[in-house]
């Protein structure tokens, strides 16, 4: 005979003992995965005291995984892979895509992930730091720039005889060299050639409003004024010097005798012909026939030779009054020079020294 079922007891349903099984696995699931969530958004740091930061670069094209990956290495986040999933979802803004911008980015291990995860998409820009010396030319300028990524050599060259740019800053000569302001300057990554070119020309006007015999010439005296100091600029070692070597030009221009910059000939043989900058410029060097070669022509070279600061631009702008028509390098190692009225300390020297290359 069967068992008779023990009055008061109902049969559990196996399917309801699997369903409670599962909800609550399920229930325990979604518990650790808040734990785990809430977890990854708390600040590595508790403290500020305690937290470490760095400075994170984020270039153009860098992905979101490699960033994340950065933050994890250096204590910032918890885990690179919820900062992934937190971007490829949304997760703190599901009406706005994330979006990483390229830009420097300095963030600590006190920060939530939600404030990084802001943070990220801000875009500030990197600036390029970048040192222009004085007496470069403007190819030489052009490299340096192109060395940091800011722009091609030959664009930055075109552009830098381009007519637009000319007539926009009223400079009377075939391109911007001489008013390529020599300086330390910041650039951010994708700036537009004409806006680098701008602010090196900008710079130029600025400072020589310093210079109350500069700031009210015409184009066209401005550039002689220019033109002269571009070739004080390559010719003197001793800041205070420069003055001097000024009014000796300005001395040889007014009574119509040939300048003889050793620095416009250095200027045909390395910007006009290609060659290697000269240790020495030799007397055959001084036959060489160009409107720049001061040794054959009485009168200023057609445009600037090089980019001058404001040393040579103010003793160009003002060269004090002196009786001096000649000046010889006569120790190299310390850049200073002889003056005289007459031309016997001028013929003694055999080979004549030029100032060394800037690069």
Request: with cysteine; hydrophobic share 40%; glycine share 4%.
């Amino acid at each position: 005979m069967g068992r008779k079922a023990q009055p008061g007891r109902k049969k559990r349903h196996p399917f309801l003992t699997f369903f409670l099984i599962l909800f609550l696995f399920v229930l325990s699931a979604v518990a650790a995965a808040a734990v785990l969530i809430f977890t990854a958004c708390k600040p590595v740091s508790s403290k500020k005291a305690d937290a470490v930061s760095c400075e994170l670069h984020v270039p153009n094209g860098m992905t979101v995984m490699e960033a994340a990956s950065k933050l994890e290495e250096a204590g910032i986040i918890r885990s690179r892979y919820f900062l992934y999933a937190a971007a490829r979802y949304s997760v703190f803004d599901r009406e706005k895509p994330f979006n990483l911008k390229s830009g420097a980015y300095i963030l600590d291990s006190s920060m939530p992930l939600k404030e990084i995860y802001g943070l990220l998409q801000t875009g500030t820009p990197e600036n390029i730091r970048v040192v222009i010396p004085e007496g470069l030319t403007m190819t030489k300028t052009a490299a340096i720039l192109a060395a940091e990524g800011l722009c091609s050599e030959l664009d930055f060259l075109d552009r830098c005889r381009s007519q637009s740019l000319l007539t926009k800053y009223n400079i009377a000569s075939s391109s911007l060299e001489g008013f390529l302001f020599p300086d330390t300057y910041f650039f951010t990554e994708g700036m537009e050639t004409d806006s680098i070119i701008e602010k090196l020309v900008d710079t130029f006007f600025e400072r020589i409003q310093d210079i109350p015999s500069l700031k009210s010439l015409s184009p066209e005296k401005l550039k002689e004024r220019v033109v002269l100091a571009s070739i004080v600029e390559r010719e003197y070692q001793v800041a205070d010097e420069a003055p001097l070597i000024a009014s000796v030009f300005q001395n040889r221009i007014d009574k119509g005798i040939g300048l003889y910059s050793c620095a416009t000939i250095e200027y045909i043989l390395t910007e006009i012909e290609g060659r290697p900058h000269p240790d020495r410029i030799t007397y055959d060097d001084l036959k060489i026939d160009s409107p720049y070669n001061t040794y054959k022509w009485a009168a200023l070279p057609p445009t600037p030779i090089s980019n001058p600061g404001l040393v040579a631009l103010k003793a160009a702008a003002d060269p004090p009054k002196t009786d001096f028509y000649y000046f010889v390098l006569t120790d190299p190692s310390t850049g200073s020079h002889t003056f005289s009225k007459d031309f016997k300390g001028h013929i003694k020297a055999e080979n004549l020294y030029t100032k060394p290359a800037k690069k």
